[in-house]
């Protein structure tokens, strides 16, 4: 697990999407977020799919507080396993209230 200035100084803090980015993909890392705007960025979705990069995004169309997020990524952590164990990378995958699905990448096709 990793995180821009968490330990290992594998993602160096204050580091941008895409500098970020292709170090988790290369790293092998899953990346699991809320933020919306690295998968509507034309240049922070490039680099998630081009490094190859596994990644889920809580997409609940409504605001959680903690609890609730951390409730739904619990709820669904098995399923995730399974896709991240089954699927290779890269590929882009919502969890929401009614489950996780893949919306974008080659593991759509």
Known sequence: MTWPGGPGGLVEKGAKDPQWL???G????IVLTRD???????????A????????VFQTTGAHLDLF???RLWLRYWSEIEK???DMP???LASVTRGGVSIFDGPAKE
């Not at 290369?26 to 890392?29: F, H, P």
């Open 36 to 46: 919306k705007r690295i998968r509507r960025r034309p240049l922070e979705r490039r």
């Open 22 to 24: 292709p170090v988790v």
């Open 68 to 70: 609730d997020q951390l």
């Open 89 to 91: 990378g890269p590929w």
């Open 26 to 29: 290369k790293a092998g890392l």
């Open 48 to 55: 998630l799919l081009d490094n190859g990069v596994r990644a």
């Open 83 to 85: 896709l991240v164990e």
